[in-house]
């Protein structure tokens, strides 16, 4: 029988095996949250946030035991997948405090005598989710289309199956039906994924992952005629401009890079420096780096990947001032690199890096620091440093989904979350994030 398995990444070890889930048993998990879509969307909304409340409580009550299995599953350190429960906790009850306002009627002034517009649930929201916040993605997801009215069918990294499966039994055992988990070995997921996506029980389909992952997803759904929200990757720049505070600079840089070992969409990747801070900068970075702890990367593939990427940046003529080997022994551990004097067409530039790699872009001025920033397909965020007004007029003229000035780019339950071009399209988390799970119905009334 086919299984997954999981994995160790601080040692490689073995940790659990799990038997897949056969067509039958996909074809149940399906069937199940089907049935309970129309009683869900029936259910009234202060009853639906109370049961996220209870998630959210219970998250809270098990904090130790989820934050131990996230840390064994993809190797973050501890203090950070407690972090990652809190968190999730705390979007549990942002939604449940903030959902009635997002979700209320909408009146709006037009040839009727009354028109507004009301927000109603979808159906069966399907959800592909990967394994670099295996709770985070999940629940934030999860609490947005269930506070919506919509029932949630998960296909989560294999990578993190036991994460997947401690979520649905928390689902579960509030009120059966509401969240199913399929588990699905390696070799039928694009199969398995893209029939249960053309299946007329499905309303719409979210994906977090890379933009291979995202075109298949996405593919499949503009087939059936779907709605997708595409949480992709980001080369996200960091632009320090020369009135910049580079210590507070330097320290946000390195929280940013190499928290969860580099691995999230929104970890600045590309230190587009101008030139008459950039030394001042990068000797700051170093500095940081120091103190800086981090775990391994989830698996051996995703460490190969950043090494092959440091290796041809470095053949184009970048300078790497610290680390990129990795570490002797067990497990999947890389040495913090800082790369300098990246320029564009180089890997470290063009791809996104989802590692511990920083890469230093050195800029003449403003508006080649502009120029460098833009020069990348994705455009999910974007942080700028400097005085406030100076940062704020650059920082304008860059494309991103989000821009953050004197700040690390970071998510809140309250502001919307999401890309533009290769890094997808929609928004999760806030008012949007959860109207994008429903049918903004338009009602008129003579
Ligand atoms: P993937 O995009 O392959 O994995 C994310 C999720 O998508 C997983 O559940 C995966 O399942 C699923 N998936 C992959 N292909 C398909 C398909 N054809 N149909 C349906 N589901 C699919 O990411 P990787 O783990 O391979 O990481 C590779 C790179 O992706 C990273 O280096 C990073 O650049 C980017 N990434 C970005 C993330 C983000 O937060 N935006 C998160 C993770 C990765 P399965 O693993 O079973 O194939």
């Not at 449940?96 to 517009?117: H, M, T």
């Not at 580099?262 to 030139?275: D, T």
């Amino acid at each position: 029988m086919p299984e997954v398995v999981t994995r160790d990444p601080a040692t490689g070890r073995e940790l659990g095996r799990y038997p897949a889930h056969d067509e039958a048993a996909v074809e149940q998990a399906l069937a199940e949250t089907a049935a309970a879509a129309p009683g869900w969307a029936a259910t009234p909304l202060g009853e639906r946030l109370a049961l996220l409340r209870t998630v959210g409580k219970l998250l809270t009550e098990r904090r130790d035991e989820y934050a131990a299995l996230i840390t064994a599953e993809m190797g973050k350190p501890l203090a950070e997948s407690l972090a990652e429960i809190d968190k999730c906790a705390w979007n549990c009850s942002v939604v449940a405090d903030l959902a009635p306002e997002w979700l209320a009627d909408r009146p709006v002034s037009a040839s009727a005598a009354q028109s507004w517009i009301s927000y109603e649930p979808l159906g069966v929201i399907f959800a592909v989710m990967p394994w670099n916040f295996p709770f985070w993605q999940v629940l934030r997801f999860a609490c947005a289309a269930l506070a919506a009215g919509n029932t949630a069918l998960l296909k989560h990294s294999p990578d993190v199956t036991g994460c997947a499966l401690a979520i649905e039994e928390l689902f579960e055992s509030l009120q059966p039906g509401l969240f199913r988990a399929l588990v699905i070995d390696a070799g039928r997921v694009a199969d398995v994924s893209r029939r249960i996506i053309l299946d007329p029980r499905i309303a719409a389909v979210t994906l977090t992952g890379s933009e291979r992952a995202g075109a298949a997803v996405a593919e499949a759904a503009g087939t059936a005629c779907k709605k997708t929200v595409l949480e992709l990757g980001g080369s996200d720049p960091f632009v320090v401009l020369a009135d910049a505070s580079i210590s507070a600079a330097a320290d946000a840089a390195a929280r940013s890079r190499f928290g969860n070992a580099g691995q999230s969409c929104v970890a600045a990747k590309r230190f587009i420096v101008v030139e008459e801070v950039a030394d001042e900068f990068v000797a700051a970075l170093l500095a940081s780096l120091e103190t800086t702890q981090i775990g391994p990367l989830a698996r051996a593939d995703l460490r190969d990947n950043a090494i092959r990427q440091i290796e041809e940046t470095v053949a184009a003529g970048a300078r790497l001032l610290t680390g990129g080997r990795p570490v002797d022994g067990p497990g999947y551990f890389l040495e913090p690199a800082v790369l300098d004097h990246v320029t564009p067409g180089m890997a470290a530039f063009t791809e996104e890096t989802f590692g511990p790699v920083a890469a230093v872009v050195r800029a003449r001025d403003d508006d080649h620091a502009v120029a460098l920033a833009n020069d990348t397909d994705f455009g999910l965020g974007c942080s700028v440093w400097g005085a406030t007004g100076h940062a704020l007029a650059v920082g304008r003229r860059i494309r991103s989904g989000a821009l953050f000035v004197n700040a690390p780019v970071a998510s809140d339950p309250r502001l919307p979350f999401g890309g533009i071009g290769r890094s997808g399209h929609g928004r999760e988390l806030s008012a949007e994030g959860v109207r994008e799970f429903t049918n903004l119905r338009t009602v008129a009334v003579a």
